[in-house]
């Protein structure tokens, strides 16, 4: 499981989920919008749409807040046109950064995202630079309680089941993005539960930082979460699952 994910996990055990709330509500808009407006607004033809609407409902969204969302991405209703744009960069020990983002202004986000990785440490990169080292890939959590790595690979074998990371509390299924669907369904049939269904970028290596520099990096990462225009951040470090804990405790 990757450092993001680790860190993830710890926030919303420690209570943190609801402070969220509003902001991934925000992003969650953001992206059903984009996805109706590029796509379409039938979540049985435009798989970007229905993964966005699921996350929504996941997160105990107001069927009303996903359906305006939705009519904004198709025109029913007047709304903000969000632009796409992927911005790379380096944090302490050399950690990369690649930043996915919906703004209606490019240049106001990306002097932000440059503000904030100079504030702790950091600096963008060129495009290019940090890209290559993530692959894009779809994935599923399940809770440990719920399956084994031999329930997981039964399922899933057959429906594009590439990985499966078992650090951590739970188990993460790995596949191509164009098998997410066909995984979903494979579990769906075998009764497995299953949460966090996404298309990511998980990193091909990560680098692994202590002390101060994991306290700076985890700063970075929250501040960059924390602007309205980042819709995620994608980080190839690993940090020991007890340091994160230390670090949590902390905030």
């Known amino acids: 499981m990757s450092g993001h994910s680790k860190w ?19 992003k969650l808009i953001r992206e059903i919008t984009v996805a109706a407006r590029e796509g379409g607004g039938d979540v049985n033809i435009n798989p970007r749409l229905r993964l966005a609407v699921q996350a929504g409902k996941d997160s105990n969204m107001p069927a009303d807040n996903i359906d305006r969302a939705v009519k904004k991405g198709t025109g029913e209703l007047p709304g903000v046109v969000y632009e796409a744009a992927t911005y790379e960069g380096y944090g ?10 919906l703004t209606d202004n490019k240049n106001r986000t990306v002097s932000e995202v440059r503000h904030t990785f100079a504030k702790f440490g950091g600096s963008m990169a060129e495009t ?3 890209a ?6 779809g994935t599923l959590t399940v809770a440990k309680d719920d399956a084994t790595e031999d329930d997981l690979m039964l399922a ?3 429906a594009g089941l590439e990985d499966i990371d078992a650090e951590g509390e739970a188990l993460e299924a790995i596949c191509a993005p164009t098998d997410l669907e066909s995984l979903k369904q494979a579990l769906e049939e075998a009764e497995i539960p299953f949460a966090d ?40 470090f690993d940090i020991d699952i ?10």
């Open 197 to 236: 269904v996404q298309l990511t970028r998980v990193p091909q290596n990560t680098v692994a930082i202590a002390g101060g520099e994991a306290a700076t990096l985890i700063r970075l990462l929250e501040s960059l979460e924390e602007n309205d225009d980042v819709q995620t951040v994608h980080a190839n």
């Open 128 to 130: 290019g630079a940090v």
């Open 92 to 101: 302490p020990a050399g950690v990369a950064f690649l930043i996915e983002v």
């Open 132 to 137: 290559w080292q993530f692959d894009s890939k």
């Open 8 to 26: 993830s996990t710890i926030k919303h055990k420690k209570g943190k989920a609801d402070a969220l709330r509003g902001r991934l509500f925000t």
């Open 242 to 251: 007890s340091e994160l804990e230390a670090i949590a405790a902390e905030e």
């Open 156 to 158: 899933g074998l057959d």
